[in-house]
């Protein structure tokens, strides 16, 4: 293994205060990993928030297992915790506790019951790099997190992932998995990843980034660029070379990062502290912090408005960065829901969510002016509407 790689999995350890970090292509590469090293296999089943990526399915459907879908709680997004304990049955061996867009879950309650019936519980911090449930940070109450560093996350490596733990015994089972199974990226994806990034970092601001999400995404399809996901990712078939590991550009690219990484969480903080005052001054509902007991460390502000829609082709006209996830349970809209066993009606929460959230930038580029012109465009949508 690399230098850079290694010493990439030590730092990002270490700010966790975790005994060890693994890193891998992409967030749900770690999430694959930890099924696996718990020996998650057919006929077992695992609980995660009915309102995620389909991508954060996927694993759980390769191992063989089913998912099995939770309401969300409107404030938050998160696993709504009071209809956790009616999920259970004897198959369940995994909790997945999603902190969406950075809201830490109910640790507590998770952590309970997960205990009570000799559940294991597996962190999903790929929106909440940072994030902290009564001071303590998320990714270090379960069994294990993971985390991904993929362009819209807290920060990018422009793909990569990253499960920690402080389990000896399921650090092991992950080196050996990894050691047998794991695949190098190929020389192709690694240049042009290298690439894609450099362009990230001279070209991306706030007014260009709907344009170049959009250019990414046709360039994606076209095969030109590393895209997060490929066609085949869109229904539970696992490609042959799933299971990657991290190249060193990627390393280097996470050890710049994590130097700023303070800098990364006070400006996510004090910008999502903006959008509130200037939100509450206008009459919107400000976010909810459980009477102080979390400190959020949001990936992109999220609100709901009614006409979405229109809200999202607006805001693309006049160069406002509005996003649109989760679109359904199992973003994006165009998941063949049944082929992942959401029906319908599971999770009405999330389906009102996924009608109604749209999203606003906190990422390090989001200066004074991004957030006043965010706001006024939703303040004016609104009234408007
Ligand atoms: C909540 C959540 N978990 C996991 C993932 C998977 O991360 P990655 O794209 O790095 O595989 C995503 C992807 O968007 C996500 O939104």
Redesign the pocket.
């Known amino acids: 293994m690399k230098k850079s790689v290694q010493e990439y999995q030590r730092q990002f350890a270490r700010f966790f205060g975790a005994d060890r970090a693994f890193v891998f292509w992409?967030?749900?590469?770690?999430?694959y990993a930890l099924l696996r090293s718990l020996n998650i296999g057919d006929g077992d089943e695992v609980i995660l928030p009915g309102y995620?990526?389909v991508?954060?399915v996927n694993p759980i459907k390769y191992v063989g297992a089913r998912p099995i879908y939770v309401d969300i709680e409107p404030e938050t997004f998160n696993m709504n915790v009071s209809l956790l304990e009616e999920k259970i049955t004897d198959n369940t061996r995994v909790i997945i506790a999603?902190h969406?867009y950075g809201y830490p879950c109910e640790m507590d309650t998770i952590m309970n019951i997960a205990h009570s019936r000799g559940i294991s519980v597996i962190e999903?911090c790929?929106?909440a790099l940072g994030s902290r449930y009564k001071g303590r940070m998320v990714g270090t109450f379960g069994l294990a997190g993971?985390f991904?560093?993929?362009w819209?996350?807290p920060y990018t490596t422009g793909?990569?992932?990253v499960a920690i733990t402080s389990d000896a015994k399921l650090a092991e089972r992950i080196e050996s998995l990894r050691a047998d199974e794991m695949c190098p990226p190929s020389g192709r994806e690694v240049f042009m990843l290298s690439a894609q990034l450099m362009i990230y970092r001279l070209l991306i601001y706030p007014r260009t980034t709907a344009l170049a999400q959009r250019l990414f995404r046709y360039l994606a399809s076209k095969g030109a660029v590393v895209g997060?996901?490929s066609a085949g990712e869109y229904e539970p078939v696992k490609a042959d070379d799933f299971f990657k590991g991290f190249s060193a550009a990627q390393a280097r690219s996470g050890l710049r990062r994590l130097k700023k990484i303070d800098h990364n969480i006070a400006h996510r903080l004090s910008v999502a502290l903006r959008y509130d005052r200037l939100l509450e001054d206008k009459g919107f509902k400000g976010r909810n912090y459980d009477g102080g007991m979390m400190r959020p460390v949001m990936v992109r502000y999220p609100l709901r408005i009614e006409e979405k829609a229109k809200a999202l082709e607006q805001a693309a006209r006049a160069g406002i960065e509005l996003g649109s996830?989760?679109e359904c349970p199992l973003?994006p809209i165009e998941t063949p829901l049944a082929s992942y066993d959401y029906e319908i009606g599971m999770c009405p929460e999330a389906e009102k969510a996924g009608r109604e959230a749209v999203n606003l930038p906190l990422h390090p580029r989001a200066d004074e002016e991004a957030v006043r012109k965010s706001v006024d465009f939703i303040t004016g949508f609104t009234q408007a509407g």
């Open positions: 992409k967030g749900r590469v770690a999430l995620t990526c991508m954060n999603q969406t999903d790929c929106l993971y991904s560093s993929q819209n996350k793909l990569g992932g997060s996901s996830w989760f973003h």
